[in-house]
């Protein structure tokens, strides 16, 4: 069962990322990037990673995916027929992407991956945590004002392109 639900989540993330970058509409292309993010969280569950998967879900697909999707309404030009869907660098992209393809295999082939006797210490959620809360907190409470002021500024820039 455990094999089954993981070739179902990669298939569903394969899909659905295929699909992010050929669909025309853009708002549909959103759709599906939660839907890979949503996919990407179950393989983290699989993977006893709680921690990683309800960070994926609140931070990528709660945050990130919303953030797009306001932009995309927001912004009338991408909302609207007038948009351009096809990329006029199509072969440059597609040579780049060979490039990162068998840079990417002759890495793989080329690392030799160390398997330790025992596994490490399990990282609890709660542990992280009370990290975040005590050690870490002032980068902590650093990012999200930073991400605040992204929120705002993706704002106030998609405000004065509707205009």
Not at 64 to 82: E, N
Not at 96 to 106: A, K, N, Q, R, T
Request: one cysteine or more; glycine letters at 4%.
């Amino acid at each position: 069962m455990e094999a089954f639900t993981f070739y179902l989540f990669s298939f569903l993330i394969i899909i659905s990322a295929l699909a992010v970058v050929t669909m025309r509409n853009i708002f549909h292309c959103a759709l599906f990037l939660i839907l890979c993010l949503f996919s990407v969280a179950g393989i983290f569950v699989m993977l006893h990673a709680e921690f990683l998967a309800a960070v994926q879900v609140l931070i990528y697909v709660g945050a990130v995916s919303i953030l797009i999707i306001f932009a995309i309404m927001l912004t009338s030009r991408l909302a609207g027929r007038d948009a351009p869907v096809v990329n006029e660098q199509f072969f440059l992209g597609g040579f780049m992407s060979l490039v990162l393809l068998f840079s990417l295999v002759y890495t793989l082939k080329e690392t030799i991956f160390r398997v330790v006797a025992e596994p490490p210490a399990p990282q609890s959620t709660l542990r992280i945590g009370q990290m975040l809360m005590t050690d870490y907190v002032l980068p902590f409470e650093l990012v999200s004002v930073l991400l605040l002021a992204v929120l705002i500024g993706a704002i106030v820039l998609a405000r004065r392109e509707g205009n």
